[in-house]
């Protein structure tokens, strides 16, 4: 499965930007469980796909943390659901409505913060 996925993301990539050499394609993804499966790694090198070490988990250094999952929770505040197919349309639809900007902006502020953590050392840091 994860081999299918990752076949999709890749062509996806040479879709939407045909001048990109996938061959240097560098992913930046956390170090949840299925992220580091040996399915997906095999997959992942066989598809010449480079893994970007992530640091220790840090909601500073994860854009959903500290950026969308706040903005949604706040958007979905006092809603019920009553299927989890209701709830996934509504996330969707709420992520529709974000400007293309502002995850511009998110991605500006998360290179930042990798910066931070470089020049911290790994430590903790205050503030952006």
Known sequence: MSRILLSQVK?????QRPKVNTSRTLLLHDNAGPYKARATTQSLRELGIQVLPHPAYSPDLASCDFWLFPILKDRLAGRKFDRIQDLAKAVNSELRTIPEEEYQGVFRKWQIRLKRCIESLGE???GL
């Open 11 to 15: 062509s996806s990539i040479n879709e």
């Open 124 to 126: 903790y840091f205050e």
